[in-house]
């Protein structure tokens, strides 16, 4: 499922089960068309983690960044590891949470991200400065009231369901509700999109408003 020409995405997630829930039809989509796809995740433990390793299999991952930290452990102080992960990955674009979600480390994962992007192609800091063309923000808890791009994971559900299974202890604590949410907003945003089955992104352009960076001007509009 490699295939560098096709760019890179990187998914930066909260918590283990977030890849699924939020991306999973679309991290799976992009990997069947050659698109590499790594997910560095904020936080974990042995258990969800195995979990996390067994979904990103399933859904074509390439490279996993795996953390062992306390689920409500999201902060700031996460920037520099976010920038790493963008300075290993060199994504073209990041598909990370949505800063409506109602869970408080969504929201700052939205944050951290938003940072990180911008810290990572600045060439005074780092020699492999890489810039982030766009971030995708995808909904997990809490639906995008207007998003600006649909997904067609009509083909890539299954394997997306399957992967989402794999987080059985969330799952069984949840009793199920992951996945009855993420069946009926697949569906939802499916009609939206005149297909089967969809996930439903914003788009956020990263802000570079200064001289430090690689390129930093464009020679048209269109």
């Known amino acids: 499922m490699s295939g560098s020409n096709e760019g890179t995405i990187l998914v930066v997630v909260a918590h283990p089960d977030d890849e699924s829930v939020g991306a999973g039809g679309t991290i799976r989509r992009h990997g069947d068309l050659g698109v590499n796809v790594d997910v560095h995740c904020m936080t974990g433990n042995e258990e969800r983690n195995e979990e996390m390793k067994a979904a990103c299999g399933i859904l074509g991952v390439r490279n996993l960044y795996l953390s062992e930290r306390d689920d409500f452990t999201v902060g700031e102080d996460l920037t520099n590891e976010v920038v790493g992960a963008i300075l290993k990955s060199r994504p073209t674009i990041i598909i990370t949470h949505h800063s409506s979600d109602y869970n408080r480390n969504h929201q700052q994962c939205a944050i951290i991200v938003s940072q990180?992007?911008?810290?990572?192609?600045?060439?005074?800091?780092?020699?492999?400065?890489?810039?982030?063309?766009?971030?995708?923000?995808?909904?997990?808890?809490t639906m995008i009231s207007r998003p600006n791009v649909h997904v067609d994971i009509t083909e890539s559900y299954p394997?997306?369901?399957?992967?989402?299974?794999?987080?059985?202890?969330?799952?069984?604590?949840?009793?199920s509700?992951?996945?009855?949410?993420?069946?009926?907003?697949?569906?939802?945003?499916?009609?939206?999109?005149?297909?089967?089955?969809?996930?439903?992104?914003s788009i956020t352009l990263p802000e570079h408003a200064g001289p430090f960076y690689e390129k930093n001007s464009v020679d048209r509009l269109i």
């Open 116 to 141: 990180a992007v911008e810290w990572a192609s600045h060439i005074t800091l780092f020699d492999d400065a890489h810039r982030v063309e766009r971030i995708y923000n995808m909904e997990v808890n």
């Open 159 to 175: 394997a997306a369901l399957a992967a989402l299974k794999k987080h059985k202890s969330q799952i069984k604590k949840a009793d």
């Open 177 to 201: 509700f992951y996945e009855k949410m993420y069946d009926a907003r697949t569906r939802l945003r499916g009609v939206q999109a005149k297909c089967k089955r969809a996930e439903a992104f």
